[in-house]
């Protein structure tokens, strides 16, 4: 919804004014340049930003690198992640997802949750529901023939997925398989009809698209190629940097883009998005268009998710 907004608003604003968003540079521009200039731009900056990340996570944060190809595989993004507040949101049914520790799973109070099938594991984790509502591993509870069951005084079960490229699993509550579409996996709670998941690297392509296409293009479009262009024109770009004019409009778009992200999603550290920011409005002033600054800030995207993992960050 979002994206459509930021790439609808401009042309809606302008609609009754002589300028039109092909004035302002809001446009990707000839492929071949765009490319070029894309190219040119993550060769100069992305071994700096690198470079930069690992330093701040080893030193600083004090994690260990895991560079290794390995890592690179992971879990379709649909059961990825947590949902907010997971014990309150169990409780209208079984929910999973994966993290770092590996395969949660939770039903409702007072239920029997039990798990089976050919891969299920000789043991798991049992989990209960903290006072705050955090889901918390405890000990461990030992298969049973093929299938592995938390009693009704806990939550669910944590499977542990070291090892396991796949997930093919069975959920029942009191005995009974669950209905179908009723489970409920990932960040965004999604309605499926089993527990099944795989781990592959494909996530990468997926996730450049996703990005390219519903982050990157409607956020350049507004912030750099419409809000920049629009302050430039009116406050002019007096000053010359690294070659390229620019003025108040590339300080004041990158900071409405900063502002934005930690209302989507909560965090300070979000707003450090300001300083990439500011590198896409450069691209922006420098080329005259989107094409580049699109181009780079998707890749940015995919690059800081598969460092990340490298440093077990997600």
Same mark, same amino acid.
């Given at each position: 919804?979002?994206?459509?907004? /930021?790439?609808?608003?401009?042309?809606?604003?302008?609609?009754?004014?002589?300028?039109?968003?092909?004035?302002?540079?809001?446009?990707?521009?000839?492929?071949?340049?765009?490319?070029?200039?894309?190219?040119?731009?993550?060769?100069?900056?992305?071994?700096?930003?690198?470079?930069?990340?690992?330093?701040?996570?080893? %030193?600083?944060?004090?994690?260990?690198?895991?560079?290794?190809?390995?890592?690179?595989?992971?879990?379709?993004?649909?059961?990825?992640?947590?949902?907010?507040?997971?014990?309150?949101?169990?409780?209208?049914?079984?929910?999973?997802?994966?993290?770092?520790?590996?395969?949660?799973?939770?039903?409702?109070?007072?239920?029997?949750?039990?798990? %089976?099938?050919?891969?299920?594991?000789?043991?798991?984790?049992?989990?209960?529901?903290?006072?705050?509502?955090?889901?918390?591993?405890?000990?461990?509870?030992?298969?049973?023939?093929?299938?592995?069951?938390?009693?009704?005084?806990?939550?669910?079960? /944590?499977?542990?997925?070291?090892?396991?490229?796949?997930?093919?699993?069975?959920?029942?509550?009191?005995?009974?398989?669950?209905? %179908?579409?009723? /489970?409920?996996?990932?960040?965004?709670?999604?309605?499926?009809?089993?527990?099944?998941?795989?781990?592959?690297?494909?996530?990468?392509?997926?996730?450049?698209?996703?990005? /390219?296409?519903?982050?990157?293009?409607?956020?350049?479009?507004?912030?750099?190629?419409?809000?920049?262009?629009?302050?430039?024109?009116?406050?002019?770009?007096?000053?010359?940097?690294?070659?390229?004019?620019?003025?108040?409009?590339?300080?004041?778009?990158?900071?409405?883009?900063?502002?934005?992200?930690?209302?989507?999603?909560?965090?300070?550290?979000?707003?450090?998005?300001?300083?990439?920011?500011?590198?896409?409005?450069?691209?922006?002033?420098?080329?005259?268009?989107?094409?580049?600054?699109?181009?780079?800030?998707?890749?940015?995207?995919?690059?800081?998710?598969?460092?990340?993992?490298?440093?077990?960050?997600?």
């Amino acid at each position: 919804m979002l994206a459509v907004a /930021l790439l609808l608003i401009p042309g809606f604003v302008l609609r009754s004014k002589q300028t039109t968003v092909d004035d302002l540079g809001v446009y990707m521009g000839p492929v071949g340049v765009t490319l070029k200039n894309s190219m040119i731009a993550i060769c100069v900056v992305f071994p700096v930003f690198i470079i930069g990340f690992h330093i701040f996570q080893t %030193s600083i944060l004090g994690a260990e690198s895991q560079w290794d190809l390995s890592e690179l595989n992971r879990w379709d993004q649909e059961i990825e992640n947590a949902p907010t507040d997971p014990c309150r949101a169990s409780e209208s049914g079984p929910i999973a997802w994966t993290d770092r520790h590996g395969l949660w799973i939770l039903g409702p109070p007072k239920t029997i949750l039990a798990i %089976s099938g050919e891969n299920v594991p000789s043991s798991a984790r049992r989990v209960s529901c903290t006072d705050q509502g955090k889901a918390q591993a405890g000990t461990s509870v030992h298969k049973e023939q093929t299938t592995i069951r938390a009693g009704s005084n806990l939550r669910g079960l /944590l499977v542990s997925l070291e090892g396991k490229d796949s997930i093919d699993l069975k959920i029942s509550l009191n005995g009974s398989d669950i209905e %179908s579409n009723g /489970l409920r996996i990932g960040r965004f709670q999604e309605n499926v009809d089993g527990l099944t998941a795989s781990k592959t690297p494909w996530w990468i392509f997926t996730y450049f698209i996703i990005h /390219l296409g519903l982050i990157a293009l409607p956020e350049e479009w507004f912030f750099r190629g419409y809000l920049q262009g629009r302050l430039d024109q009116r406050w002019g770009t007096p000053k010359r940097f690294l070659g390229v004019q620019i003025g108040w409009g590339l300080i004041v778009s990158a900071l409405a883009f900063a502002a934005l992200h930690p209302i989507l999603i909560p965090g300070a550290h979000r707003l450090l998005v300001f300083f990439p920011a500011l590198f896409f409005g450069w691209l922006r002033a420098r080329t005259g268009n989107i094409g580049a600054a699109v181009i780079v800030h998707a890749l940015s995207n995919l690059l800081l998710a598969i460092i990340s993992r490298m440093y077990g960050v997600i």
